[in-house]
């Protein structure tokens, strides 16, 4: 078909090449991305759609009976008497733990970005929990917080009657709070010194010899120039905070009553312990949702609320 | 390519023959592998489990039957995940609570014909009120293997301590009611003679499984539903009475120890405990001190006794049911129940004599498996159970919350709690 | 803030950082002291902070009732293949992502991101069954596939991605000039340099797996095949109550070589983790 000619194409090959270098990266692409992809694929998405499938079915496990009702599950999601009540300690719960986690994780890194002695022995100390196995923290904190534990004596040495920490619904919510707090604030103890070590010292020079007192110095110049860091470690504590079950189930069991009973402790009642596998499944469709949309949420906010971004 | 020819044939014969052979060796063996979940990890009692599917290998050899212990606390939630998985075992052990649950959904294969084909079996012995929660319409679904009494374990060192009359002093003066026993502890739990010990602790009960407080509710002749399951009976005034007793025990008597205290009856820090005889193995050899065993105090209703059962099942899901159901005849046959009872009391009328009992519960006296055993199985009612328990525990035991505090409303509570479970009672 | 701090300031900084640090440190005191106490005395009332009376059985226990060496084993083993799979899955797709112009790239990431949000509570029913189908219950496959390719493995190509976004262009242009191909490219220039993300990813890889609760309960169901975290809820008597003290022992062994080991690698792992340049 090709004429001979001088710049002319050789025979057989076609007018360009198929594979262009961009081309040839793309499949370097997908190829580099294809473990991940096709795992994420089978072991999320796929369960991801089980699920869904489940929930618009009532699965009797012991009568083995398997049988579809359409929307019938999310009609009782919608009736719930529950649900209201699990949702407001879930939103409690999340909201307390990330203000407590992040505040203290930056009060950490401030004080322990200081040119002290020993330093590091500190952020070791601080960091240890991180590493600690969750069960056996758990575990600890259990007997730390019985009645005749250890906080409370070490209370009483002050004089002060501690309360039943884990009896009372305000105090079991204060007291999961904190031991999951406490666990891993260690970690972005340490995402905040890392960015915080990344801040220019000339900046907070010039702030100085500006006039500008420590405060302003803070508010001005450190947290703007953290914030992509304060973003991600935010939405990686929000989405996690969502996730917390074990120290619920080991500490609380979601009482007393149902006030330490957030989503996912409910969601694993209904399911494993009641053996509403079909509704079990619909709760867990909405604390998919619920995260999704969070995250989604802070990941737009990003353009408002970050000050730098590559 | 002659090499590869003569490689090809070869590969297609033997792709043919295996199967064969090994067709041929299975049909020889057939082998079958059952599996029962269990809650105990005990190793003695594993030891005579193991012994006995050893006897049972003897006549079925191609038959070996493995037990797996699920942990005691989750145990009726990992079975059941397991049957959700797909990986139901063939036999499972079920908790007298959970039992109109697994009898009523068609999960278990019924065992009555291959019981009373087994040789020997004698299915008749066993009473009609200890299977009575185990069968559905004339069918037995599950054999009730262990049948165990409530009682009060006492240690005498630690009354007397407190300068408080005894169990056996109280018995002797046939004043063995609640009203003395939370005297008692009260004495002890004061803290005043002697500090840092509990009175009387329902043991297995944690304010958890409030289901265990029946052991005290019963001589009050309150039930926590009616007989058929289908009415909330809370609010009665014999369950607002027990409440009331109890809460005034726990927070103004300090007889019992309150929510997140940690006492242990057999590391001697207690006078009193109740719980199930088996427990007897936990009395402490270095350290010992000196205990008793006395059936529960009389109530306002009158005497009365409190049994918890443990049954076995065969998952009509497993492929070799008849199989296993065979080994649950064998393994629950008269002379294998009589090597049970060591450590399951069984509920068979020819082994609840005081020979048999005396072999199997060393620890105790004559009297005391008299009084405590021996009657107990005789006239106790079994621990409150329905269909949908799980759920049914749990909403009760949140709801209970609001009555283990200082100041309580207890009849309002379980008001709120029939509201709660009145519909869950009716499915 | 890095000005110089008076003598009085440094007092009430070791004073502050000192009180702060008791709930960090005292539950695991807590855990290492009641490991050898006897029983009763754990709960004794007021609570001993250092052992009054020794019982140095509970150690020997630990290891007389469960498979305790093979358990440490099976923790080991499995997190350290999960922690070099997730290396390489992650880095080669965060290295992609970052760096490679491939259609539909961004909403690839959206998609994988969405295994950041599941909890594994969500989809574990699922999985179950699809590993029963697979003949691999009761095997350490599940704990070790789900990690490296499923949803715990998105986070480290998370960081990953981060990492390599920040480094210049121009190192792999220069590369490119010269010939090389794209997985040359990264095998020889961006992996390199990628050893302090590495680093922090490998680290929380490892700690993940080593911490793993849940999976375990519901995929595994012999002694013998048990994870550490798993073990130590079995410490109980015959009746199920938890043996308190013995419990706390294998805790103690679990959390302390760990411990040891992230004292002598502090510095890396502080560094690696500032070094991911979290920057948006």
């Known amino acids: 078909m090709a004429v001979a000619q001088d710049n002319a194409i050789p025979e057989g090959r076609s007018s360009s090449p198929f594979w262009t270098v961009a081309r040839r990266d793309s499949l370097g692409g997908f190829l580099f991305i294809a473990p991940q992809l096709i795992g994420i694929t089978i072991f999320v998405l796929i369960p991801l759609g089980l699920v869904f499938w489940y929930s618009l079915h009532e699965w009797n496990v012991l009568a083995n009976t398997f049988t579809y009702t359409g929307t019938q599950n999310y009609q009782m999601l919608i009736e719930d008497p529950n649900l209201p009540q699990v949702l407001g300690s879930t939103a409690i719960f999340s909201a307390g733990l990330v203000v407590l986690n992040l505040s203290l994780a930056l009060l950490l890194a401030v004080l322990l970005n200081q040119r002290l002695a020993g330093i590091t022995v500190f952020r070791t100390l601080f960091f240890s929990p991180v590493v600690v196995s969750l069960v056996a923290w758990t575990i600890v904190w259990g007997f730390l917080l019985q009645k005749n534990g250890g906080i409370n004596g070490m209370l009483q040495l002050f004089g002060i009657e501690g309360p039943n920490w884990l009896r009372g619904e305000t105090t079991a919510m204060i007291s999961v709070i904190v031991v999951q707090v406490f666990k891993n604030v260690g970690l972005n103890m340490i995402l905040f010194l890392a960015a915080l070590q990344g801040v220019p010292n000339e900046l907070y020079e010039a702030a100085r010899i500006d006039g500008a007192p420590r405060f302003k110095q803070f508010r001005r110049i450190t947290l703007p120039l953290i914030s992509p860091t304060i973003l991600l470690t935010s939405i990686i504590t929000i989405a996690g905070s969502l996730q917390v079950f074990a120290q619920i189930a080991v500490l609380t069991q979601g009482g007393p009553g149902l006030s330490t009973t957030v989503l996912v402790y409910y969601l694993y009642q209904q399911a494993f312990q009641f053996h509403f596998f079909g509704y079990g499944s619909t709760l867990s469709i909405l604390l998919f949702l619920i995260v999704a949309v969070l995250t989604f949420a802070q990941w737009q906010l990003r353009k408002r609320i970050v000050f730098y971004e590559s | 390519m002659n090499k590869n020819k003569t490689l090809k044939s070869v590969l297609a014969a033997l792709a043919l023959t295996v199967p064969l052979a090994c067709s041929g060796i299975a049909k020889a063996e057939d082998a079958i592998n059952l599996r029962m979940t269990i809650w105990s990890a005990a190793e003695a009692h594993l030891k005579l489990f193991n012994e006995i599917a050893a006897d049972f290998k003897k006549d079925h050899p191609n038959v070996t039957v493995t037990f797996e212990s699920l942990p005691f606390d989750t145990y009726t939630t990992a079975l059941t995940t397991q049957i959700a998985g797909g990986n139901a075992p063939d036999m499972a052990w079920v908790f007298e609570t959970a039992a109109y649950d697994f009898v009523n959904s068609g999960a278990l294969y019924p065992l009555t014909d291959t019981l009373k084909a087994a040789p020997g079996y004698n299915l008749d012995e066993v009473s009609a009120t200890a299977t009575e929660r185990w069968q559905k319409d004339g069918t037995l679904y599950a054999y009730p293997f262990s049948t165990s009494p409530f009682a009060v374990f006492v240690n005498n060192d630690v009354i007397k301590a407190a300068g408080a009359k005894t169990p056996a002093e109280l018995i002797a003066a046939g004043e063995w009611t609640w009203d003395n026993a939370i005297a008692t502890a009260s004495a002890v739990g004061q803290g005043g003679k002697v500090p840092g010990k509990g009175g009387l602790i329902v043991r297995d009960f944690n304010y958890q499984s409030w289901q265990n407080l029946a052991s005290i509710w019963n001589g009050f002749g309150a039930a926590p539903w009616s007989a058929d399951g289908k009415t909330c009976m809370m609010t009665e005034k014999p369950m607002v009475d027990a409440l009331t007793f109890i809460h005034d025990a726990i927070f103004n008597k300090k007889a019992i120890p309150g929510p997140g205290e940690n006492v242990d009856f057999f590391a001697g820090n207690a006078a009193m405990t109740i719980t199930q005889i088996s427990r007897a193995s936990l009395l402490p050899k270095d350290k010992p001190f000196s205990w008793d065993l006395v059936p529960l105090p009389k109530g306002p209703a009158g005497d009365y006794a409190l049994i918890g059962q443990a049954g076995i099942g065969v998952m009509q899901s497993g492929k070799n049911a008849k199989t296993a159901a065979e080994f649950v005849a064998y393994m629950t046959n008269p002379e294998n129940s009589a090597k049970l009872s060591r450590f399951f009391p069984s509920a068979r009328k020819s082994l609840l004599n005081a020979e048999v009992l005396k072999k199997t519960n060393p620890l105790l006296s004559q009297e005391q498996i008299d009084k405590v055993v021996i009657a107990g199985i005789a006239t106790g009612k079994v621990i409150p159970g329905h269909t949908g328990f799980a759920q049914i525990q749990q909403t009760v035991r949140s709801g209970l919350d609001a009555i283990w505090r200082p100041d309580a409303d207890v009849a309002g509570t379980l008001q709120t709690i029939c509201g709660q479970i009145g519909p869950l009672l009716k499915r | ?280």
């Open chain 3, 1 to 280: 803030m890095k000005a110089e701090i008076s003598p009085r300031m440094k007092v009430i900084l070791y004073g502050l950082m000192c009180v702060l640090l008791i709930p960090f440190v005292f539950p695991t005191w807590w855990m290492v002291t009641s490991s050898v106490k006897p029983i009763s005395d754990i709960f004794a009332f007021p609570p001993q902070l250092l052992p009054q009376s020794y019982d140095w059985t509970t150690y020997s226990k630990v290891f007389e009732l469960q498979p305790f060496v093979k358990q440490y084993w099976n923790s080991a083993y499995i997190a350290a293949i999960v922690t070099i799979g997730t290396m390489i899955v992650s880095s080669m797709a965060g290295y992609a992502f970052a760096r490679i112009k491939f259609p539909f790239a961004n909403t690839i990431f959206m998609i994988v991101l969405l295994g950041l949000l599941i909890p594994s509570e969500v989809t574990i029913v699922p999985l179950f069954q699809m590993f029963l189908k697979a003949g691999m219950v009761n095997t350490h496959w599940p704990l070790v596939l789900v990690p490296i390719f499923g949803a715990p493995s998105v986070f480290a190509t998370f960081v990953m991605r981060q990492f390599f976004v920040t480094l210049p262009v121009e190192l792999e242009e220069a590369a490119r000039v010269d010939g090389l191909g794209r997985f040359k490219i990264f095998r020889k220039i961006a992996l390199p340099l990628a050893r302090p993300a590495l680093a922090s990813v490998a680290i929380f890889t490892f700690l993940h797996s080593w911490n793993l609760y849940l999976e375990p309960i519901v995929f595994l169901s012999s002694a013998d095949k048990f994870t550490l975290p798993q073990a130590l809820t079995q410490y109980t008597d015959a009746y199920g109550g938890p043996m308190w003290n013995i419990q706390l022992a294998a805790a103690t062994l679990t959390a302390l070589p760990v411990l040891i080991v992230f004292i002598i690698a502090q510095k890396q792992f502080v560094e690696g983790l500032a070094h991911t340049g979290l920057k948006g």
